[in-house]
C-alpha cells in the first residue's frame, strides 16, 4: 500500500507545482555553476552570477518566494527534474530534439552559434575549414548539444568526447586534441581568463541553437506562468538588461 501511495505523490506534486512553490516559499532551479556569463559560481568568493541568476531572481520575486540554486548539468538535468531535486532548469539549455522527448521547453531567450577553441600555439586549425579534416581531433563535453551536433556533422576529423568541460579543455592544453567546440557565452570566459586561447569562428552560421528554460511536461498552470514571464521580461527590457550585464546581449533571442 505504501508503494502505491509513494507512486501517486510524485504526479500530484508535478501537476500542482505552483501550489507546492507557494506552500514552500520557495523556488528551486537546477543551474551548471560552471556556465560563464549564465550561471557562473566564482571558485574565490563562490558567488553565483550570470544572466540566468537575475532571471531566476526576478521569477521568484513575482511568485513571492525565495530562489535556491540546486547544481545540476546538461548531462543531468533531466533525471534532476524527474527526480524532483528542482522545480525548473534555468542555465540556457539548448532546445534539442533529444530533450524535448523529455523535457518541456519555454519560448527561446537567447541563440548560440557553434565556437572552437584552440591553443594560440596550434597550427593545424588556422580557421574553420581546418577543424573537419583528417588527423584533427576535436573533443567535446559529453551531453552537451556539441556533442550530439559534431558527431552528425564531422566527416573527416576523430570526435572525442569527455566527461566534464574542464576535461576538454586540458585535451587542448596537453596537445592531445587540436580543439574544442563551445557556444558564445563560455568562449567569452576563457578568451577573457586565458592567454592561451584562440576563438575559431565559423564564416557563416554553423548551427545556431535555441537556448530556453526547461521543466518536466505535464503541469500547463507552471508552464503558463513561466511563459508569461520570459515574455514580459523581453518586452519591458529586463531580458536585455540582464544579458548586457553579463556581455550576452548578441544573442539575445528576438
Not at 71 to 98: E, V, Y
Not at 148 to 171: F, G, I, N, S, Y
Not at 186 to 214: E, F, N
Request: proline letters at 4%; glycine letters at 6%.
Amino acid at each position: 500500500m505504501l508503494l502505491i501511495v509513494l507512486s501517486l505523490a510524485a504526479p500530484a506534486v508535478q501537476a500542482d507545482r505552483l501550489r507546492a512553490i507557494q506552500a514552500n516559499g520557495q523556488l528551486r532551479v537546477c543551474i551548471w555553476p560552471d556556465y560563464y556569463g549564465i550561471s557562473f559560481r566564482n571558485p574565490k568568493t563562490l558567488q553565483l552570477s550570470g544572466i540566468d541568476i537575475d532571471n531566476a531572481q526576478s521569477l521568484a520575486h513575482e511568485l513571492n518566494v525565495d530562489v535556491s540554486f540546486v547544481d545540476s548539468s546538461f548531462a543531468t538535468l533531466a533525471d534532476d527534474l524527474a527526480a524532483d531535486r528542482c522545480d525548473i532548469a534555468m542555465f540556457a539549455i539548448g532546445r534539442t530534439p533529444a530533450r524535448e522527448a523529455r523535457l518541456r521547453f519555454t519560448q527561446p531567450y537567447l541563440a548560440s552559434d557553434i565556437y572552437g577553441i584552440t591553443t594560440q600555439a596550434n597550427r593545424r586549425i588556422q580557421q574553420w575549414a581546418d577543424i573537419d579534416r583528417q588527423g584533427t581531433v576535436v573533443v567535446v563535453a559529453r551531453g552537451t548539444l556539441h556533442e550530439t551536433v559534431m558527431r552528425d556533422k564531422l566527416a573527416a576529423a576523430e570526435l572525442r568526447v569527455v566527461d566534464t568541460p574542464h576535461a576538454r579543455e586540458q585535451e587542448v592544453l596537453s596537445g592531445r586534441a587540436d580543439v574544442f567546440m563551445t557556444d558564445y557565452p563560455y568562449s567569452r570566459r576563457l578568451l577573457g581568463s586565458s592567454d592561451w586561447a584562440r576563438l575559431v569562428a565559423p564564416g557563416r552560421a554553423y548551427h545556431v541553437t535555441p537556448y530556453a528554460w526547461a521543466m518536466l511536461p505535464g503541469d500547463d498552470a507552471f508552464h503558463a506562468r513561466v511563459e508569461d514571464f520570459l515574455a514580459r521580461l523581453k518586452r519591458d527590457g529586463r531580458l536585455h538588461e540582464h544579458a548586457r550585464r553579463h556581455g550576452l546581449e548578441p544573442i539575445v533571442a528576438r
